[in-house]
């Protein structure tokens, strides 16, 4: 797999709280290789 290309590793269930507001999911890979990411979302409700 080259450098800028992805693949499919896997889905995520996240449950979050019967409410509104900002929520982030932090993501963190280690092992061999290490990585990590951030999403940031609003929940309306």
Do not use: K
């Amino acid at each position: 797999m080259g450098r800028d290309e992805c693949v499919l590793v896997g889905t995520l269930h996240w449950r979050v709280p019967d409410a509104s507001g900002p929520a982030a999911l932090h993501l963190r890979l280690t092992g061999p290789v290490e990585a990590s990411n951030r999403y940031d979302a609003v929940i309306f409700g």
